[in-house]
């Protein structure tokens, strides 16, 4: 089966690719970055190299594809993040519709049933209702949580102020996902072409709150006494723009999911539902793979 992967080799693509490749899938790769193409072809998947902004490109890119997985990557020149996102995803939805595609797998977000949600939560519910106005293609919609590889961000932060910390205090819970969850959930759906009409899947392995990641990964590099710090939604801001965020990256990514968090707008559908939630890594499983990288890092 042809398959076209968005998303270039990011932390679910590279894993999805190998997955389907190992299988037999004839894989295709959309990547805006040229000096990509080489390790992509060394995957044995074959490089499609331009931009998701050029309609003709994606168009070009899902034709002659039986299924694609969606994804949008972050848009660090853009001055409105938030539209970009729901361009892009109108793009997708119109190219699926020309081209043929009977299924789709889209990587979405918790807190997308609100239309007007924090974050890139209200642009990811446009976008799968533009999947979902399309007919007969089969869509299915991921909704992970935090991912757990975000916090490797963090060990500066741990190894030189002995502090972790964000806009929200340590007693709120963080749904939690490690990127290879999501990987395998979109290779079964794709490989068994198990998707039926348009639906959602919840991928949460963990949830934890703020006080118990300070203490999991602390223990874990064998670091004591390291805290759970508030920030103010403005300190939380300007650390992120001095450390090289966007402003616009910092406010739709960070400073605004923690606002849903403390309202607890992020949380209400998969609360709801997350019994019907799957996933694999815990944080004490991820605890391990931090370890290492801090060593590193």
């Known amino acids: 089966m042809k398959v076209t992967v968005t998303g270039s080799l990011g932390n679910i693509s590279r894993i999805l690719i190998e997955k389907l490749v190992s299988v037999g899938h004839e894989v295709r790769v959309v990547t805006s970055n040229a000096e990509r193409a080489k390790e992509i072809e060394q995957l044995n998947a074959t490089p499609l190299v331009g931009s998701i902004e050029d309609y003709e490109f994606v168009k070009n890119a899902f034709a002659g594809s039986e299924a694609v997985y969606l994804m949008i990557p972050p848009n660090f020149r853009t001055a409105d993040l938030k539209q970009y996102i729901k361009t892009v995803g109108e793009q997708y939805a119109n190219a699926l519709k020309e081209t043929g595609v009977k299924y789709a797998v889209n990587l979405s977000s ?8 924090l974050g890139p939560t209200g642009s990811n519910f446009y976008v799968e209702q533009k999947l979902n106005e399309l007919q007969k293609v089969n869509v299915l919609h991921l909704r992970p949580g935090m991912f757990l590889t975000n916090f490797y961000g963090a060990i500066p932060m741990i190894k030189h102020q002995n502090m972790l910390g964000n806009n929200f205090g340590g007693t709120i819970n963080l749904p939690l996902t490690h990127p290879k969850d999501i990987a395998e959930v979109a290779f079964k759906a794709l490989n068994d072409l198990s998707i039926s009409d348009k639906q959602i899947q919840y991928i949460v392995s963990d949830e934890k709150n703020g006080f118990e990641v300070a203490e999991i990964l602390s223990n874990a590099v064998g670091k004591s006494g390291v805290n759970w710090i508030e920030f103010s939604d403005e300190q939380l801001l300007g650390a992120l723009v001095q450390s090289g965020f ?37 944080l004490e499983n991820f605890a391990k793979e931090f370890a290492m990288a801090y060593q590193i890092l």
Do not use: C, P
């Open 110 to 117: 918790i807190g997308s049933h609100l239309k007007n949600g």
């Open 246 to 282: 966007s402003e616009q990256m910092a406010k739709v990514y960070m400073v605004e999911i923690g606002v849903a968090l403390k309202d607890g707008s992020f949380m209400e559908d998969y609360n709801r539902n997350k019994s019907q939630s799957v996933g694999g890594t815990t």
